[in-house]
């Protein structure tokens, strides 16, 4: 019995539409608990600092802290699963997971630090309210190109972040805050539950 | 590669060894979740993770999470080469330099 061309390229489309699919299946399993994190984090802040605008700074730093370290936290745990006890020291693991998230974290908390702090000072002055949109917007764009690689439900998540923030900036400026509490915070955790269900 | 790997060439097995390689090594995928992935039944599945298991291209690890028992299996070395060998051969197939002949 012989393979044909045909079969072959059969064969490898099908194994490359398998492979696709399975990682797809693996980023939306691992993205979920951050996007619970996040989701009950931004509900937290969003209405503590509705409620308490005077220490908003305050809260914001509290709250982005922990979400970095929960989100750290989250990641180690993956790191050590991942590891083969069979193959390689307990110890071994944990010295490698830790030493590789410490670089990624380092470097996404700089970034993100120095690119939110850039993108404020070039179009200062700028309103609360508009930071506590601006931000939302960023992770939802962040989302949606993330998508185009890992599956549409990153994309999904993404564009309703979007339109819920641009629809409580606009239309509820008096009550952002909340509504960001509630839908903005409301959404990842959906979200984070919808990725979970993949 | 004169002739394709008899166990991976199998349809369900070849998905078997396509879903663990797209995870990031080292990793671990539950039974039921692969069951639901390649929308597999039970018996069907578990009688080629054995064939798989047995060419030690895979290693199945069994446990307890809490009170429940888990299954979880993920791919070796070996697998890992026999399945790039098992690519190559179809790519040399479409390319024309390969031998399109398979043990059945």
């Known amino acids: ?198 | 590669m004169e002739q394709p790997d008899a166990v991976i060439h199998q349809p369900l097995r070849l998905r078997i060894m396509a879903t663990l390689k797209a995870l990031p090594r080292g990793e671990r995928l539950e039974f039921v979740r692969l069951r639901v992935i390649l929308n597999a039944t039970e018996g069907n599945l578990g009688a080629h993770l054995g064939t798989l298991e047995t060419a030690g291209y895979i290693r199945i690890e069994k446990d307890f999470n809490g009170k429940k028992p888990r299954t979880r299996v993920s791919l070796t070395e070996a697998g890992t080469r026999a399945y790039g060998d098992y690519v190559a051969f179809l790519r040399a197939i479409i390319d024309g330099t390969g031998d399109t002949t398979h043990a059945n």
């Open chain 1, 1 to 198: 019995m012989t393979l044909s061309p045909g079969e072959a390229a059969d064969a490898l489309r099908d194994i490359a539409a398998t492979e696709t699919h399975s990682r797809q299946l693996y980023g939306y399993r691992e993205a979920s608990p951050h996007l619970l994190i996040w989701g009950i984090l931004w509900a937290v802040g969003y209405g503590l600092a509705a409620a308490l605008p005077r220490y908003g700074s305050a809260i914001w730093a509290a709250v982005v802290t922990t979400g970095f370290l929960a989100g750290y936290a989250t990641a180690f745990r993956a790191a050590i699963r991942r590891g083969t006890p069979a193959e390689r020291p307990v110890v071994e693991t944990r010295r490698r997971a830790a030493s590789r998230l410490n670089w990624t974290y380092s470097g996404i908390a700089f970034i993100a630090a120095l690119f939110i702090a850039a993108t404020l000072a070039v179009m200062s002055p700028v309103s609360g309210r508009q930071i506590d949109a601006f931000i939302p917007l960023v992770v939802a764009a962040g989302y949606a190109v993330l998508g185009l690689w890992l599956g549409v439900r990153f994309i999904t998540i993404g564009v309703a972040l979007a339109v819920l923030t641009l629809g409580g900036f606009f239309l509820l400026p008096a009550y952002f805050g909340v509504w960001m509490a509630a839908f903005g915070g409301g959404a990842l955790v959906l979200g984070g539950l919808w990725l979970r269900t993949a």
